[in-house]
């Protein structure tokens, strides 16, 4: 899976993107690299822009192993894009176990904008 990130420090924000097929390597590799960096501050909220990817090689227990480990602050907001019904579906099952773990700050969406709006706290402005 071709990813990467940007971190716009202004806007206190990492925006990571993925294409093609994803992996449980991937995003373990893609973690360690952002963790390195000395850019990023747990503390950032995120946009995990996955409307590039096209499979998923993973299965519902390799969400839930991802889930156990966090490198954002449990007040940090992130945002998942996820275009297809697979990606949505795996997002959601991630989204659920962070949740049960405390973090409450994760949502998945289909729409950039719409994720884009609660991540600012937008949505919450204009009754979203």
């Known amino acids: 899976m071709p ?17 093609g097929v994803v992996t449980k ?3 373990v590799a893609h973690r360690r690299k952002l963790m390195s960096d000395p850019d990023f501050d747990p503390s950032y909220s995120q946009i995990m822009d996955f409307s590039g990817v ?3 090689d993973m299965e519902p227990s390799d969400i839930r192993d991802l889930a156990t ?10 945002a998942i894009i996820a275009k297809t019904t697979a990606v949505y579906g ?11 773990r405390g973090e409450r ?14 991540v600012s706290g937008k949505a919450e402005k204009n009754g979203g």
């Open 25 to 27: 390597t991937d995003i």
């Open 90 to 100: 795996l997002a959601r099952i991630f989204e659920i176990h962070r949740d049960m």
């Open 54 to 56: 096209t499979d998923v």
């Open 3 to 19: 990813a990467g990130y940007t971190i716009d420090k202004a806007r206190r924000l990492v925006m990571s993107f993925g294409s």
């Open 69 to 78: 480990e966090h490198i954002f602050s449990p007040t940090s907001r992130r």
């Open 105 to 118: 700050g994760i949502r998945v969406f289909r729409d950039r904008e719409e994720a884009f709006a609660w």
